[in-house]
């Protein structure tokens, strides 16, 4: 039998990324250690609910250290929080934050279409749009203007303060289509 094992391996060699194959050995290995688990002659598999109980409980007080209890406020979160309170105080100091630019689409009733240039802070998560541009017709790819006008449009608004911050990107979408 373990000829035939190797002779299949040597002929058919499992081509699968390293990390697949090794996440597939964890999984063998978990499951062998269950010791309630049964299988029948049909493939159909069977574990005692409490033995599985038992392992998630103390998988998770094994890991419990990784997990944020909402309720206290301790390193980061307090940086965060104290960000977003001075952010509601005046809401153009997030804007003196540093920002990711996150594009977002959206197709109108009509066909058109609407590109959305928004910023992200990297230190609340919230958004804003710095800018929009409606592509309405035919046109099958933007125009080469775009990029640069669009650089100019979005350092323009981080000097500026008007933007307002938004805890998503769909309301942020939301507010400056209500504001136009």
Known sequence: MINLHRLITKLFPDRRPDWEQKREREFILAANSLKTLSVTDRGGMSIDPEELREQIVAAREQLKHLVHNPGTHSGPCQSV????????ADPSAEGLQDCIEVVAWRRLPSGAAVRYVCLQ?????RYSVAMASLFAGAIESLPTWVDGNTNRQVANALQG?????????GEAMDAWDVAL
Request: glycine share 4%; charged share 15%.
């Open 81 to 88: 929080a104290a960000v977003e309170v001075a952010q509601e």
């Open 121 to 125: 802070s990297t230190h609340t998560g």
């Open 161 to 169: 303060s008007e933007l307002h911050w938004y805890a998503t990107v």
